[in-house]
């Protein structure tokens, strides 16, 4: 069973950092990708960043480039969201998801999952930047 659990949320001033944790279990292979995703109050899920497992390749949002970089210890089974330099508008609640690609049959690049989401999810992280 693929399991993820997020943490690192909290309240922040602008202009302050966090980082965020996701731990991965379950998938059998490193044939899969861990993407971060934030939903604000009111507003349609947003996909921020993503990472492929296997390939160490990476890809997020023009919305975070230069300030939210996507990284993983995969010793720890760990992907992070270091979020430098935050906003009042990038308040919302984060959530890390998954998906073993050795299962898609059809070739999903990292902008595709931030777009339609991902198969496994996690409960969610709050964050909240203060003015």
């Known amino acids: 069973e693929v399991q993820l659990v997020e943490s690192g949320g909290g309240l922040v001033q602008a202009g302050g950092s966090l980082r965020l944790s996701c731990v991965v279990s379950g998938f059998t292979s490193n044939d899969y990708a861990v993407g971060w995703f934030r939903q604000a109050p009111g507003k349609e899920r947003e996909g921020i960043s993503c990472l492929s497992i296997s390939e160490s390749s990476t890809f997020s949002a023009d919305s975070v480039k230069g300030r939210f970089t996507i990284s993983s210890d995969n010793a720890k089974n760990t992907v992070y969201l270091q979020m430098n330099n935050l906003k009042p508008e990038d308040t919302a609640v984060y959530y890390c998801?998954?998906?073993?690609?050795?299962?898609?049959?059809?070739?999903?690049?990292?902008?595709?999952?931030?777009?339609?989401?991902?198969?496994?999810w996690g409960k969610g992280t709050l964050v909240t930047v203060s003015a």
């Open positions: 998801a998954a998906e073993d690609r050795s299962r898609d049959i059809l070739i999903k690049t990292l902008p595709y999952y931030l777009k339609f989401g991902m198969n496994y």
